[in-house]
T-cell receptor, first 115, second 110 residues
Framework: DGGITQSPKYLFRKEGQNVTLSCEQNLNHDAMYWYRQDPGQGLRLIYYSQIVNDFQKGDIAEGYSVSREKKESFPLTVTSAQKNPTAFYLC??????????????FGSGTQLSVL | GQQVMQIPQYQHVQEGEDFTTYCNSSTTLSNIQWYKQRPGGHPVFLIQLVKSGEVKKQKRLTFQFGEAKKNSSLHITATQTTDVGTYFCASGGSNYKLTFGKGTLLTVNP
């Protein structure tokens, strides 16, 4: 099956702990993204990567870090500096629909909660 | 990114009634996309609109892009329980940054 796999589905973080969310895709897409979803807040962009070994900050990058060492993988680390990490995290990849237009394909998400 | 405001935030309808959600921007949008997220699920791409005044239909769903490219709407005719979910509009700029509206949660009473 082609798609985007996020793991784990549920994750718990203790105070002061870093946690890493996994995102793998076998769609051969160049671009990948991380969004955070809070109730009533829609989706907010954390980081995105257009190609391997390159990534840019989104609108709410503080307290998060990413890496893009392989085309298939785009892990997100939620650091202890992120003071309100409880949220639903969505990973996505995209294909181009034309100039400057990307169609996003989302994974099933990871729900992160703080203990 | 290009900011988009979406209204209403919630809409509850009886099955068979129509539903419309609106997406507005203070600036001209290069394009508008619509996604649907079922309860407990992830967003799924529905459609993209690019041209001024563009109208596209998918069965009972009608998507419109305003003449000034500052607003868009999604209209569902005769809602069904399968239409339940949150509908998001999103617009992209020149750098892969797709900005999402806050979504409209649709619930349908059978």
């Amino acid at each position: 099956d082609g798609g985007i796999t996020q793991s784990p589905k549920y994750l718990f973080r203790k105070e002061g702990q870093n946690v890493t969310l996994s995102c793998e895709q076998n769609l051969n897409h160049d671009a990948m993204y991380w969004y955070r979803q809070d109730p009533g807040q829609g989706l907010r962009l954390i980081y995105y990567s257009q190609i391997v070994n390159d990534f840019q900050k989104g609108d709410i990058a503080e307290g998060y870090s990413v890496s893009r060492e392989k085309k298939e993988s785009f892990p997100l680390t939620v650091t202890s500096a992120q003071k309100n990490p409880t949220a639903f995290y969505l990973c996505a990849s995209s294909i181009s629909l034309g100039r400057e237009r990307q169609k996003l394909f989302f994974g099933s998400g990871t729900q992160l909660s703080v203990l | 990114g290009q900011q988009v405001m979406q209204i209403p935030q919630y809409q509850h309808v009886q099955e068979g009634e129509d539903f419309t959600t609106y997406c507005n921007s203070s600036t001209t949008l290069s394009n508008i996309q619509w996604y649907k997220q079922r309860p407990g699920g992830h967003p799924v791409f529905l459609i993209q609109l690019v041209k001024s005044g563009e109208v596209k239909k998918q069965k009972r769903l009608t998507f419109q892009f305003g003449e000034a490219k500052k607003n868009s709407s999604l209209h569902i005719t005769a809602t069904q329980t399968t239409d339940v979910g949150t509908y998001f509009c999103a617009s992209g700029g020149s750098n892969y940054k797709l900005t999402f509206g806050k979504g409209t949660l649709l619930t349908v009473n059978p």
